[in-house]
Structures are given as C-alpha cells and as structure tokens.
C-alpha cells in the first residue's frame, strides 16, 4: 500500500496508475554520484532492502530495480513525508535534464522531454507544472552546487529518447 507521502513534480492532470503508459520503465534513471550521495548514500542499505539498485559508472550512478513501472519504490517506501527522495530526473517526468548540456559557467539547465509516450506530452504543459519543475530544480542544484542559482530552460521537444535509444542527435517535435 502506498504511504501518503509527497510526490514532487506530479501533474494534477496525470492518469497514474490509470495511464495505460509507463512513466518508468526502469531503464535510464540515473543520477550523478553528488546527487547520490547527497540523497540518497546515507539510506542505501534501506534502499537495497527494498530491492533498488546502484552502480556506479563513472561519474554517474544508475539506479534500477527502483519501479515495477507503475509503482515507484521511492515512494512506496519513502522515509520522508517533507522531501521526494527520488532522483531529479524522476520528480521533473516527463522532462529530463540533459545532464551533458548543463552550462556551468552561465548557470543554464535544459530540459528535453524525455520521451514522447507519456500523453501529456502532446499538450501544453500547465505553466504551473513548469514553475514545480523549476522549483525542483533550482532547489535541488543549489543544493548539490553550493547555492549556485541556475536558469532553467524548457524545451517542449524530444531531444533523444533517453528510455529507448539513447544519443539519437536530432531534435524531434512532438506530434499535436
């Protein structure tokens, strides 16, 4: 049974359970190792008691076995009512931040799509769900970059589909 908690990001239009769409599938979530352990290293015994995954590559940590595509374990399981434990990618869904686009110098995030089959991509994002990602992300990266304030930049489009192929170049609208 799902525990009452705070589930950051969630559209008030958003089907769920409901959705005959995945949002995760459990595949491309992954975080960097500063997001890791500033969320979530101190509870990884917990984390891995629930059945979630961690390997770390390189500079990045990929977490799976976190959903069973409708029901995310970070928040099944989640240890705060206060804070969405799980990683930014996740809270901001259907975005992603394009982590290898991240301007550090000019403090300029990118957010894609991340991919096209979730239904709510082919409207016009509610602008109130805009300012909840940009909250999400503007409090999360100062956290992690020491009160740094980055611009958040949306981008209604798919830039590769980071669930299926990842590194598909080529910048594809979404079909209205």
């Known amino acids: 049974m799902m525990n009452k908690k705070i589930a950051e990001g969630c559209l008030s239009v958003c089907k769920k359970e409901k959705c005959p769409v995945s949002c995760c ?14 969320f979530h290293d101190r509870a990884r015994v917990f984390w891995e008691s629930k059945g979630i995954k961690f390997k770390f ?46 301007d550090f ?4 995030i990118n957010l894609y799509f991340a991919d096209f089959d979730c239904p709510l991509t082919k409207e016009q994002m509610p602008p109130e769900f805009k300012d909840n990602v940009s909250r999400i992300i503007k409090r999360d990266f100062s956290l ?23 590194r598909v170049v080529k910048i594809v609208r979404a079909k209205n």
């Open 25 to 38: 599938d459990d595949v491309g979530v992954e975080e960097w190792v500063m997001e890791y352990l500033a």
């Open 57 to 102: 590559k390189g500079d990045r940590v990929g977490v799976t076995n976190c959903s069973t595509g409708k029901e995310c374990k970070f928040l099944k399981y989640s240890l705060s009512k206060d804070y969405d434990q799980r990683p930014i990618d996740c809270k901001i869904y259907p975005y992603f931040v394009d982590w290898e686009e991240i």
């Open 144 to 166: 992690l970059f020491f009160g740094a304030d980055f611009e958040v930049i949306f981008h209604d489009q798919c830039k590769y589909d980071i669930y299926k192929t990842k």
């Open 105 to 108: 110098n000019k403090k300029k």
